[in-house]
């Protein structure tokens, strides 16, 4: 019953996108961001419901127990996967350097699908995510240095944290590999598949965290150096 949000956040996102580009006259970027500005803020409110309702399962369950135990965990996935299957188009066409993201994103979805566990993990993944995103989107949609310099905070705090929780997650991958399944049901290769897809999302945010900073010092540090000289 689930697998109805996937065609449903496809056909959405895709219909806003065309009314912002056609209806309201706006550029490709704009209309791109103003989608992901959605996404972004419904996922990250999703996912904090998500956690909030089923947080008595967050430290031990989040990884491995199953999907169908976290309803709102599953919706969550599913609305993800349409939004990530239309932007991959954008992706593909306009804006390559995500690609990587994107792809990362939708294996651990799908991933996560086969072996019916990691839902509950990848809620908590979105709504921690979404929070830097989505400054990132009000960003766009309003360059200016404020706006810019709360983006680069929000976006540290948030990739900070979801340092911290992937090492959550990489220790109950490593509790079911060192003591075994216990109550957990998955395919034998779920752990590692798990463990791989939450490094690697890690890695490409860290690397998406750099490349701000760098910008940022460029951006202020380098002029107040250039007029010293």
């Given at each position: 019953m689930y697998f109805v949000t996937v065609p449903m956040s496809f056909a959405l996102c895709s219909g806003l996108f065309l009314i912002s580009f056609y209806g309201l006259g706006a550029m490709v970027e704009q209309s791109c961001s103003r989608v992901?500005?959605?996404?972004?803020?419904?996922?990250?409110?999703?996912?904090?419901?998500?956690?909030?309702?089923?947080?008595?399962?967050?430290?031990?369950d989040a990884s491995f127990g199953a999907n169908d135990q976290f309803p709102?965990?599953?919706?969550?996935?599913?609305?993800?996967?349409?939004?990530?299957?239309?932007?991959?188009?954008h992706v593909a066409v306009w804006d390559q350097k995500f690609m990587l993201h994107h792809i990362v994103a939708i294996s651990g979805y799908a991933t996560s699908e086969l072996a019916n566990v990691f839902g509950l993990a990848n809620a908590v993944n979105t709504w921690i995510t979404e929070v830097g995103s989505l400054m990132y989107s009000a960003y766009l949609m309003n360059r200016s240095d404020a706006a810019y310099v709360t983006f680069v905070g929000f976006y540290t705090v948030s990739r900070l944290y979801f340092a911290y929780w992937s090492l959550?997650?990489?220790?109950?991958?490593?509790?079911?590999?060192?003591h075994g399944p216990g109550k957990f049901s998955y395919p034998v290769w779920a752990p590692y598949c798990a463990a791989s897809l939450q490094v690697?999302?890690?890695?490409?945010?860290?690397?998406?965290?750099?490349?701000?900073?760098q910008k940022f010092v460029k951006k202020y540090f380098g002029k107040s150096d250039k007029k010293k000289r």
């Open positions: 992901s500005a959605f996404h972004h803020f419904f996922a990250m409110c999703l996912g904090l419901w998500a956690h909030w309702c089923y947080r008595d399962h967050i430290a031990e709102y965990a599953v919706l969550l996935q599913h609305f993800n996967i349409g939004y990530f299957l239309y932007d991959t188009v959550c997650v990489l220790q109950q991958v490593y509790q079911v590999l060192s690697l999302l890690l890695a490409v945010n860290g690397t998406f965290l750099a490349t701000h900073w």
